[in-house]
């Protein structure tokens, strides 16, 4: 395959060793190619100013700005005791709001002469803020001239700054000078995009693209320039998830048709309630696929609560009735005794074959975790590689060398993104042909989401909660304008427990944490007007010696030994404990259907999607549940709207998206992509749903008339760099 040479020549020979290893390290740009793919975060009008008023605290920002007043005091120092002491303060506007910078002793010569009333100025730094204004310390500046002639006429030609994003080692000027350096080697950039397809969508070259991102006239430039670079990542993206489709769909499988009057059957008959139309048309779609010589890869999102277990135990003892045997991998030991325990008593004695007692059709289900003694852990292993044993639920101890399957033909993995590729390829090996894969997320993904980070998967959505599932109530509690809020929050919790229900209490941190002196300096100086999130040790103690006092109150938290834990999971499912004060370790799996009300502390430090997993702890039994997000942050702020989003609707999809509108994309990917740099620069997945949706329909044309690309060498040279190590683990994750 021809390289090309341009793109591919790495930084340094072109920008020198210093700036170019100062890029490699913080922006993760080694040749000509990255620089130029890394694209101007925003970009400023001569004629327009920032909004200071609207500036990020302790974030490196770039500002274009009139110093409006400049002043040198001279003070006594240590350093300087008879008064040489120099500090310049800088004043600078944008006609919205004041900035002050800071410059101090030999730093202050150079900006005293420059920086005079009047003159405009890119500055870049990190904002702080000192005596409650906002300010910059020895920020880096460039002056706008314009009208001096050694000045490089290129840089500043345009009406538009693109304002980079940067880093502190290197700000967005200098980027900008290193893309002008490179730019010409745009000219040499393959397109990845088949002529047909740019052509059909009227969009510009790539060349012109990259051109017009870098160096616009006009705000039409951009929007020509970001509307084909954000089809190239759609694209790119979605040709690399439909090749992976189209290779697993070549895999062999062994068809399991489940035989009429089996183990399924009887599980059904014993069933207290009737499926919801949601899972039986889910059913039917596992069913389907698992029918094929092909194996299924199925995403199951379900909201908590939803009857996914359900759904997937039923496909396991489909598999169990054809003659395989089925492995659910949990991500964690507690999850996965959980998940043991409810299997077995839905299935009751069909979950006891070879025993006495056990039912005609019956099996075994075992548990195999690494925390097992030795014998039971021989014995579950001999049961899994004889075939005794249909269905077997454990961690990743399942996937060790050593363990040994009779015939696997099904495996379901609870929480995708906890498992890694290493894992589910290892799993596949276990079988004598690759096993089908059912994946189980309680974490409602838009479906935008599910295109570009589940791509290689098909999606079956559980939407509606079963019967018998109570309403939850939501409210918002502003501790710090209404104190009497909290109040009549506590009493609520003790009005449920008079019910004979019981309470959850959550909070951000344990409260053990090692004082370190230097973090609590920091936070001093960087947290004037915020404390510390409230700790669960702390809450506990206070809640039983005041508001809940006479209650029985434990604590909850992921440092605890795993037998204590368990000891207190246990006394609380059995009542013994009226509140359990904890932190977000029960955000899973954890189900206690007396549990009828939560309070989040500190509510606007968890994400949006985690207070909706949270709130699904509760109202799982007949009584109504109720989850008070309790919060000090003012009703303008985006933190309270964040939590009245959660508090006005129970549909966990719906919040989703807010939780990605409100949350940079890399964020919501970076989870899926185990810590990979997000491959999305321009692409917004919730915005550009038409286009994610249009480029799967063209990927998945394309490789199934040309699955090696043979006459498309741009768009290979493309996904190898999709593909290169650490996005090779986002595209398989798990």
């Not at 240590?78 to 944008?94: N, Y």
């Not at 269905?391 to 696997?408: M, N, P, R, S, Y």
């Not at 189900?591 to 709130?615: C, E, K, W, Y």
């Not at 394309?702 to 650490?726: C, F, H, I, N």
Request: charged content about 25%.
């Amino acid at each position: 395959m021809d390289l090309v040479p341009a793109l591919q020549e790495p930084l340094k020979k072109v920008l020198g060793p210093a700036t170019a290893k100062v890029m490699a390290e913080h922006l993760g740009l080694h040749t000509v190619g990255d620089l130029l793919h890394h694209y101007p975060r925003r970009y400023e009008e001569r004629g327009q100013l920032t909004h200071l008023a609207d500036l990020p605290m302790d974030e490196h920002v770039t500002v274009v700005a009139m110093v409006a007043d400049a002043r040198l005091h001279t003070f006594a120092s240590a350093k300087a005791p008879r008064g040489k002491g120099q500090r310049l303060e800088v004043t600078i506007t944008d006609g919205s709001g004041r900035l002050q910078l800071v410059f101090f002793g030999n730093g202050v010569h150079k900006p005293h002469k420059e920086l005079l009333p009047g003159t405009r100025a890119m500055f870049a730094g990190k904002v702080s803020v000192f005596n409650r204004r906002l300010q910059l310390a020895h920020p880096a500046y460039e002056l706008l001239r314009g009208d001096d002639p050694s000045e490089s006429v290129e840089t500043w030609a345009g009406a538009l700054i693109p304002l980079y994003p940067a880093t502190a080692k290197l700000e967005s000027w200098k980027i900008g000078k290193a893309v002008q350096t490179v730019l010409p080697s745009a000219q040499e950039a393959l397109d990845p995009l088949p002529p047909a397809l740019r052509e059909g969508r009227g969009l510009v070259s790539l060349p012109e693209a990259l051109l017009k991102i870098h160096r616009p006239h006009t705000k039409a430039d951009i929007a020509v320039a970001r509307d084909r670079l954000k089809w190239d990542e759609a694209f790119v993206l979605q040709v690399a998830l439909a090749r992976r489709r189209h290779a697993d769909a070549l895999l062999p499988a062994v068809a399991r048709k489940p035989t009429p009057d089996g183990l399924l059957t009887a599980f059904d008959d014993r069933l207290p309630f009737t499926l919801t139309d949601g899972q039986q048309k889910v059913s039917k779609e596992i069913f389907d696929d698992l029918a094929t010589e092909h194996p299924m890869h199925r995403l199951l999102q379900g909201e908590v609560g939803s009857g996914k277990t359900l759904v997937a135990l039923r496909a396991m003892l489909a598999v169990v009735d054809a003659g395989g045997q089925a492995a659910m991998l949990a991500p964690t030991e507690v999850l996965a005794q959980q998940h043991h325990r409810s299997i077995t008593e839905m299935m009751g004695e069909l979950a006891e074959g070879g025993m006495l007692g056990g039912a005609e059709h019956a099996t075994k289900v075992v548990l195999l975790t690494g925390s097992m003694g030795t014998a039971a852990r021989r014995q579950a292993m001999l049961d899994l590689v004889t075939g005794d044993a249909g269905i077997v639920i454990g961690t990743h101890a399942l996937i060790e060398d050593k363990v040994q399957f009779h015939d696997l033909g099904l495996v379901v993995v609870d929480e995708q993104h906890r498992f890694g590729v290493e894992q589910r390829d290892a799993l596949r090996g276990k079988g004598k042909q690759p096993p089908h894969l059912l994946v189980m997320t309680a974490t409602p993904i838009p479906r935008t989401v599910a295109m570009t980070v589940f791509g290689d998967l098909e999606t079956s959505v559980l939407d509606q909660l079963p019967a018998g599932r109570s309403p939850i109530a939501t409210h918002v509690v502003p501790a710090a304008d209404k104190p009497h809020f909290l109040a009549r929050a506590w009493e609520r919790v003790r009005e449920e427990v008079g019910n004979g229900h019981q309470a959850y209490v959550v909070c951000p941190r344990i409260g053990d944490e090692e004082d370190d002196p230097r973090k609590a300096k920091k936070s001093a100086e960087d947290e004037a007007e915020k404390r510390p999130p409230l700790a669960v040790l702390d809450v506990a103690d206070q809640l039983a010696k005041g508001p809940l006092s006479g209650l029985k109150v434990e604590v909850l938290h992921g440092r605890m030994h795993p037998d204590d834990k368990d000891a207190v999971m246990r006394r609380f499912a059995a009542g013994e404990t009226d509140v359990l004060v904890a932190t977000t370790v029960i955000e899973v799996g954890v189900n206690v259907p007396n549990a009828t009300a939560m309070v989040i502390m500190d509510a606007d430090r968890f994400g949006v999607s985690q207070l909706h997993q949270l709130r699904g702890r509760v109202g799982r039994g007949s009584a109504p549940g109720l989850c008070l997000l309790v919060t000090e942050m003012p009703e303008a702020s985006p933190a309270r709207q964040r939590l009245t989003a959660v508090a006005s609707t129970l549909d966990g999809f719906e919040l989703s998206r807010i939780d990605l509108e409100q949350r940079r994309e890399g964020d919501v990917l970076g989870q899926a992509q185990s810590g990979a740099r997000s491959s999305l620069r321009v692409l917004a997945v919730i915005e550009d749903e038409e286009i994610i949706a249009e480029a799967r329909e063209e990927a998945t044309t394309l490789v199934s008339r040309d699955p090696d690309l043979t006459d498309l060498p741009g768009l290979r040279t493309a996904l190898d760099a999709l593909l290169d190590e650490e996005r090779e683990q986002y595209l398989e994750k798990g």
